[in-house]
């Protein structure tokens, strides 16, 4: 398994901004598809976003659209997370996944075989 390591969480207000990272420990095919979930206690995990190899395509649940950017860098190694006009109901643990490829089904959790420890994101009204 690759080692994932999340950073820039934190306390924010309502409308603010905040990016998040996830660092690889390695550079292979098993982290060909990058993913961002988040999770609420007493929820279930939910997907947030995620993005090819490339960069090329990638994907948002319906309530980060417009307001959440994922990219990743040039030696593909580490992911992002633009988050914009942050919301309460944003507030979680925002986790970063690994995945062997990008489809149809990188909105769902079994797609991925890594995870970092995940990062707090506390957004206040």
């Known amino acids: 398994q690759v080692q994932l390591v999340e950073s820039g969480g934190g306390l924010v207000q309502a409308g603010a901004s905040l990016r998040l990272s996830c660092a690889a420990s390695?550079?292979?095919?098993?982290?060909?598809?990058m993913g961002w979930f988040r999770q609420v206690p007493g929820k279930e995990r939910e997907f947030v976003a995620a993005i090819s190899w490339s960069g090329s395509r990638t994907s948002y649940a319906d309530s980060v659209k417009g307001r959440f950017t994922i990219s990743r860098d040039k030696p593909k190694t580490t992911a992002y997370m633009q988050m914009s006009s942050l919301k309460p109901e944003d507030a979680a643990v925002y986790y970063c996944?690994?995945?062997?490829?990008?489809?149809?089904?990188?909105?769902?959790?079994?797609?991925?075989?890594?995870w970092g420890q995940g990062t707090q994101v506390t957004v206040s009204s």
């Open positions: 390695e550079r292979t095919f098993s982290i060909s598809a």
């Open positions: 996944a690994a995945g062997f490829a990008y489809g149809l089904g990188s909105s769902l959790a079994n797609a991925y075989h890594s």
